[in-house]
């Protein structure tokens, strides 16, 4: 009896270690290191529910294509899909919303690595970080709104959720100059000219810069309004760009304001209510401006302004000069 389960038991280990041996170590889908979403032989389709490395790289080359995809993620969901459809709109190609072979083929030309390597500088881990407080009138006491900490700096500078940067450097702390990194590889764009226009789209809540025969520049995934404050519908313009600005805060002109709440002047930085860039519209107290939650940008309603994430509306105030129009359309 004891020899038959021997032999038995034998045959089991003998059966499972070459299961494991035949079984692949991870899904190379979802696998976010460097060489894995970096590989220009990643061509899967990447539609609704994809994760993982392709659509990693898929949102790393459309944000280069200023095509953006809001807050990279290394998941698909509808501001992805927005930015799918435009860039194979302005590529000549069927606008599914899904990578497929041809539109990898165009996202390819993009000859980077979409992951690099980046050494933690002094000023990024410098700070001094906060905790930013929710109530206005606290924050009217700070002298600035920077960030709470090195990490979300870092998701700035990167377009990335803090939450994806801890995923692609398992134990790293974000903390000291000198760490090496693994990041998206999103700084140095290639030149974007000046737009000829601004068109923000109710429907599509995005933000689109066109040159003068109508061709599409870039697109952002914004924020454009809501039932009680609806976007102001008509043709604007562009009455100037103000960097890091201070937020002048009027409770009279918020519907959900604490009643409590006086005028007061909420300091700069990228936590300020309107980010760091306000893009003055010829519509009096509308503008086109940043946030500190760019990973609401597209899911949640605005006062009626338009919201783009801090990196974006950046790249649209060098786009952009005063006297152009701007088409709030439906």
């Not at 407080?133 to 700035?156: F, V």
Request: hydrophobic residues 40%.
């Amino acid at each position: 009896m004891k020899k038959i389960l021997l032999i038995t038991l034998t045959a089991f280990l003998t059966l499972s270690s070459a299961r494991a041996a035949q079984a692949p170590a991870s899904n190379p889908l979802l696998t976010l290191s460097a060489a894995a979403v970096n590989d220009t032989r990643l061509i899967q389709p990447v539609g609704p529910k994809s994760k993982g490395a392709a659509v990693l790289r898929a949102q790393v080359l459309l944000d280069r294509a200023h095509f953006s995809p809001g807050e990279i993620d290394a998941a698909y969901g509808e501001n992805v899909r927005k930015a799918i459809v435009a860039f194979q709109t302005s590529a000549g190609l069927s606008p599914s919303g899904v990578v497929d072979g041809p539109t990898w083929g165009a996202l390819n030309r993009i000859a980077i690595p979409a992951l690099i390597t980046y050494k933690l500088t002094d000023k990024d881990v410098a700070g001094p970080f906060t905790q930013v407080p929710e109530d206005m009138m606290e924050k009217s006491t700070l002298s600035a709104l920077g960030y709470t900490s090195a990490l979300e700096g870092l998701g700035e500078k990167f377009h990335a959720s803090p939450a994806l940067l801890q995923r692609l450097n398992p134990g790293k702390t974000f903390d000291q100059a000198g760490q090496d990194v693994v990041v998206p590889n999103v700084e140095e764009h290639a030149h974007l000219p000046k737009a000829a226009k601004i068109i923000v789209d109710k429907s599509d809540l995005t933000v689109t810069l066109v040159d003068a025969a109508g061709k599409t520049l870039a697109q952002f995934p914004a924020s454009t309004g809501s039932d009680k404050d609806p976007l102001p519908i008509g043709d604007w313009k562009v009455q100037g760009v103000a960097k890091n600005p201070v937020f002048h805060y009027n409770p009279k002109l918020f519907w959900d304001a604490d009643p409590t709440h006086a005028k007061a002047k909420i300091p700069p930085g990228p936590n300020n209510p309107v980010g760091v860039v306000w893009i003055d519209l010829s519509k009096e107290h509308y503008g086109i401006h940043g946030t500190p939650e760019p990973s609401k940008i597209g899911k949640t309603q605005s006062h009626g302004c338009i919201r783009l994430t801090n990196w974006d509306v950046m790249t649209v105030a060098q786009a952009v000069a005063s006297g152009i129009p701007a088409v709030l359309q439906e």
